[in-house]
């Protein structure tokens, strides 16, 4: 009987972070699929996911996306997060444009981190998607394709 009462406590217990790493890796997984479906010319290179989001690595022809996927506990910690991302400190020289049409709380950063390079950040409740890379059109369209499976949560 104390096995069946470790077992239940440890389900329990458990079960919050088993939820989180299961939408992490199926939000990542559904937004990999978006992306194939509507960019058939680009590659996948890297992905990794865990408890808290993902990452994915995109080559399209000469350019390049990296786009980061973060899952909080509560809008509060994700809109915390959320700003810190998109703080004035990540570019020196850079602009920095609100968007309206990404979530909840949306940024377009040109000069993000280097010069050259942009960052489309947006939250969507908990969900914070970090688009970077250095075509301004194709970071626009990678975050459409994850918030379209952010709003099918």
């Known amino acids: ?3 069946l009462k470790i077992y239940v406590l440890l389900v329990i217990l458990l ?3 088993m939820a989180i790493a299961q939408d992490g890796r199926d939000l990542i997984s559904r937004i990999e699929h978006e992306t194939l ?8 290179m890297r992905k990794s996911a865990n408890e808290m ?5 995109w080559e399209c022809g000469k350019y390049r996306i990296l786009m980061n996927v973060y899952i909080a506990d509560s809008t509060d910690i994700a809109h915390e997060w959320y700003m ?32 050259g390079s ?13 688009t970077v890379g250095d075509s301004e059109e194709a970071i626009q ?13």
């Open 37 to 44: 479906s509507s960019e058939p010319a680009c590659r996948l």
């Open 84 to 115: 810190g991302m998109g703080s004035k400190s990540s570019s020196k020289t850079g602009s920095f444009d609100e968007l309206d049409e990404f979530g909840d709380e949306g940024i377009f950063i040109k000069d993000y981190l280097k010069q």
């Open 15 to 17: 079960m919050p972070l």
């Open 53 to 57: 989001g993902g990452m994915m690595q």
């Open 1 to 3: 009987m104390t096995n």
């Open 141 to 153: 369209r990678f975050a459409k394709y994850a918030l379209k499976q952010i709003a099918s949560v």
């Open 118 to 130: 942009a960052a489309l950040i947006f939250r969507k409740g908990t969900i914070i998607i970090q």
